[in-house]
């Protein structure tokens, strides 16, 4: 990506997080919808967008993405937007449960169906009535499940383990998994059937990485939170912390990125969360090093500049302020480095 390109994407931060406050806010109690969801990137505010729409239908929604992508905030997100957002909203994680305890914990069982079934325990699909039931690691449940969990799915009822009677249950299903389902239905491993009750519609996760500008972002929202709860001396980062999470890839996503903010906020001596307190502090290296005088005053002003305004979401007075340099000579530089919008 070109510099420009970045700086132009950095400049129009401030108008897509409004357009992403907005939406975050668009619920008619004030309520927030996808609350907490924090991003600038458009291909997430897409995402969010979908949710949105989708929440108030009894559509089942499957969500793929990579780990840390935010699956569950997403499938809680979609459940506080909907009209069942008064219900229970039920999560289980069908690839943490061992696989003989997993048709109890979905189903539930009655008084001495099984050893150690001392009393009448309801499963989570039967808990979730009336709200939403969020199938994580759907791609986990093994074949002989999954043939329950479609019959549940086509009746809508439900009989608990050692139990005789049908139980009718009302709700709504969201799934979530890493896993590549289409390979695994061509391999025999997941029931097609099923595949389509549960995608009736799919959302794809954009990766951190994908979503431009992002990582800084919610970088500064973790740190404002995790400061505030566990050391306010710490006030934000410094410059080489921002350029190295700009750079680095984030393969475990915003659940990597929030456990480096944690962890660097919990060990910083100082003010400013530094590169090295994320770990990120990578060699440097030379090999790209403009050795043209004007070339590199440019990049690092460039740099500088695009930085000032990612760290002042986007707004030109305090951008200015932040450079020590007034608001018609940004104007201009900005002309010069054809970043205006
Ligand atoms: N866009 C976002 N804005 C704010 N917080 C986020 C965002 N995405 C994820 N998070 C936070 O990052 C963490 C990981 O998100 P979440 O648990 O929803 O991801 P996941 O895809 O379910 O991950 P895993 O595959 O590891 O279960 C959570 O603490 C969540 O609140
Ligand atoms: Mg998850």
């Known amino acids: ?29 004030g309520n927030t919808v996808l609350g907490g969801l924090i991003t600038s990137a458009p291909e997430m505010v897409k995402v969010a967008r979908t949710i949105e729409r989708v929440a108030n239908t009894n559509v089942s929604v499957m969500l793929l993405g990579a780990s840390g992508t935010g699956k569950e905030l997403l499938a809680r997100g979609l459940h506080d937007a909907s009209s069942r957002k008064d219900g229970a909203f039920v999560a289980i994680n069908c690839a943490a449960i061992p696989e003989n305890l997993l048709e109890s914990e979905l189903f539930g069982h009655e008084k001495g169906a099984l050893t150690g079934a001392v009393k009448t325990t309801e499963g989570k699909i039967e808990q979730a009535q009336g709200g939403t039931l969020f199938l994580d690691e759907v791609g986990d449940i093994p074949l002989p499940l999954q043939v329950k969990l479609l019959r549940f799915l086509q009746e809508r009822t439900i009989e608990r383990i050692g139990g005789r009677k049908s139980i009718e249950v009302d709700t709504r299903i969201v799934c979530a998994t890493h896993q590549n389902l289409e390979a695994m239905i061509a391999d025999g ?18 990766s951190l990485a994908e979503r431009a500008g992002d990582a800084p972002l919610l970088a500064k929202a973790f740190l404002k939170r995790f400061a505030a709860e566990m050391n306010p001396q710490v006030k934000g980062f410094a410059a080489d912390a921002l350029a190295a999470i700009d750079a680095w890839p984030w393969p475990g996503n915003v659940r990597e990125l929030e456990n480096r903010v944690k962890r660097a906020v919990i060990m910083a001596d100082g003010k400013l ?69």
């Open 1 to 29: 990506m070109s510099q420009t390109l970045i700086v132009r994407r950095a400049y129009n931060l401030h108008l897509i997080e409004q357009e992403n406050r907005r939406l975050a806010t668009q619920s008619g109690d």
């Open 189 to 206: 491993r997941f029931g097609e059937d099923l595949f389509y009750r549960l995608a009736e519609i799919v959302v794809k996760i954009p």
């Open 273 to 341: 969360v530094g590169a090295a307190d994320l770990d990120l502090a990578g060699p440097g290296s030379d090999d790209d090093l403009p050795l043209n005088l004007k070339s590199a005053r440019e990049e690092s002003d460039r740099k500088v500049i695009r930085h000032a305004l990612a760290r002042s979401d986007g707004n030109i007075s305090s951008t200015a302020k932040i450079l020590g340099i007034s608001r018609p000579t940004l104007y201009d530089l900005l002309k010069q480095y054809d970043l205006q919008t």
